[in-house]
C-alpha cells in the first residue's frame, strides 16, 4: 500500500456477550482524511484513524517523521455513562478515569517521571512551574477560579532529543473548560509565557488534522529563538483542557507535534 492510499475498512469483531456486550463494542470506524505534510518541499499523505470508544491505532513512523506509537485503547466508561461529547452529556463530563486518557509514550521514548505526581496526579504548583515566574500567579489565581478539579500529566524524550509534555486539566463542566480557554490563549498567542519568555506566532495546523468539536489552539516559537524551540497547542474537549509542548535543540519538528496534538485529541473526545 503507498502512502497515498487510504487504509482498508477493518473487519468488525465477532459479536460479544453477557457483561461484553453491555459494554461499548470494540468495532473499528475507520473515517480517513488526508492532509499535506509539506516538508522540505515534499508533500507526503497523512491518515488519521478515528474511532468510537474503542480501540485507536497508534499513526505509525513513516518517512515523513511521524513517530510509532502504541495502539491507543480508551478507558470503558462505567456503565450507562455517556462519552464527553454525547448529547446526553450536558456537562461534557469525562465519567472515565482521566488518568487513563493521557497519550502514552512512542518507541523508544524515556519517561519523564518527575510529572507522575501523587498516584498520577501532578499538584497545580508543579503544573505552573513551566510558565515563566511573571505570570504563575495571575494564571494559578485564574485556575483556582475556574474551579480546576484536577491535573493529570505525561512526559517523555524521544533519542532526537525531543521533549514532550501532555497536561489534562479537569474541570467541574465543558462550560467552564471553554471559559478557560481565554485564560490560557489570546487571539495572536499563549496569554502567560512559558519558562524562558518565548514568543509564539500561530502554528500552521492542517485543517484535516483538527477534530470535530475539540477546540484547538496551536503555536510555534518565533524565530530567531534560542538553542531550542517550542511547539505548544492547547485543546478542549468536553470539561477538560488538554496542554501540548514539544522542544527541542535546532528546532522543534512540526509533524510529530502535529501527530502528538492530534492523538491527545482522539482519546478525549
Known amino acids: 500500500m ?38 522540505t518541499g515534499t508533500g507526503t499523505a497523512y491518515g488519521i484513524s478515528r474511532a468510537d470508544r474503542a480501540d ?3 499513526l505509525a513512523t513513516r518517512t515523513d517523521g511521524r513517530w510509532e506509537y502504541p495502539a491507543l485503547v480508551r478507558p470503558p466508561l462505567p456503565s450507562g455513562s455517556p462519552g464527553p461529547l454525547a448529547a446526553a452529556n450536558k456537562a461534557g463530563r469525562h465519567y472515565a478515569d482521566l488518568r487513563a486518557l493521557r497519550l502514552p509514550a512512542p518507541k523508544n521514548a524515556t519517561a519523564d517521571k518527575t510529572l507522575s505526581g501523587t498516584d498520577g496526579w501532578l499538584p497545580v504548583k508543579d503544573f505552573l512551574a513551566q ?32 521533549r514532550t509534555r ?17 485564560v490560557f490563549v489570546s487571539y495572536d498567542g ?26 484547538l489552539a496551536a503555536f510555534a516559537e518565533a524565530k530567531p529563538y534560542g538553542k531550542e524551540q517550542t511547539r505548544v497547542a492547547y485543546a478542549s474537549a468536553g470539561d ?6 514539544q522542544s527541542r ?20 473526545a
Open 166 to 182: 501532555i497536561d489534562l486539566l479537569q474541570f467541574n463542566t465543558a462550560e467552564v473548560a471553554e471559559g478557560s480557554e481565554s
Open 190 to 215: 499563549p496569554r502567560h509565557p512559558l519558562r524562558g519568555g518565548p514568543a509564539f506566532e500561530p502554528e500552521g495546523f492542517p485543517e484535516a488534522a483538527r477534530l470535530d468539536r475539540v477546540w
Open 2 to 39: 503507498t502512502e497515498s492510499q487510504t487504509p482498508p475498512l477493518p473487519e468488525a469483531p465477532p459479536a460479544r456477550s453477557g457483561k461484553d456486550r453491555r459494554r461499548t463494542r470494540a468495532v473499528l470506524r475507520w473515517a480517513a482524511v488526508v492532509a499535506v505534510f509539506a516538508l
Open 249 to 268: 535543540p535546532g528546532g522543534a519538528a512540526a509533524v510529530p507535534f502535529w501527530q502528538t496534538v492530534t492523538l491527545q485529541s482522539e482519546l478525549l
Open 131 to 162: 510558565y515563566d515566574a511573571s505570570g504563575r500567579g495571575e494564571l494559578g489565581q485564574a485556575l483556582t477560579d475556574a474551579g480546576l478539579r484536577h491535573v493529570t500529566s505525561r512526559g517523555w524524550t524521544t533519542p532526537d532529543g525531543t
Open 56 to 58: 485507536l491505532p497508534g
Open 240 to 245: 477538560t483542557v488538554a496542554m501540548v509542548t
